[in-house]
Nanobody
Framework: QVQFVESGGGSVQPGGSLRLSCTAV???????MAWFRQAPGKERELVAS???????NYGDFAKGRFTISRENAKNAVILEMNNLKPEDTATYYC?????WGQGTQVTVSS
């Protein structure tokens, strides 16, 4: 059974950048991988997904600012986040093969 370990979260100022990493342990990455996020009091929402053939899909809020990619050599999926805004503050979760990571906190504040 695959497990996902996320890292890279933290606190940044508005306009800053973060690079989240999700490493698959115990198995290879799924052909479909995704990042979701959940802010306090809100529903979990899709940030970005990456399917076979390199097809990507982004939440409207992420378009032009976030990029999802795979690092096959590290068995990881990456989420590059630029021009971060306070409303991006949330716990970010990796998803694949029906499994969720434990989440990594992103806080954007001045």
């Amino acid at each position: 059974q695959v497990q996902f370990v996320e890292s890279g979260g933290g606190s940044v100022q508005p306009g800053g950048s973060l690079r989240l990493s999700c490493t698959a342990v115990g198995s290879s990455l799924s052909l479909f991988m995704a990042w979701f996020r959940q802010a306090p009091g809100k529903e979990r929402e899709l940030v970005a997904s990456l399917a076979s053939g390199g097809r990507t899909n982004y939440g409207d809020f992420a378009k032009g600012r976030f990029t999802i990619s795979r690092e096959n050599a590290k068995n990881a999926v990456i989420l590059e986040m630029n021009n971060l805004k306070p409303e991006d503050t949330a716990t970010y979760y990796c998803y694949g093969d029906g499994e969720w990571g434990q989440g990594t906190q992103v806080t954007v504040s001045s």
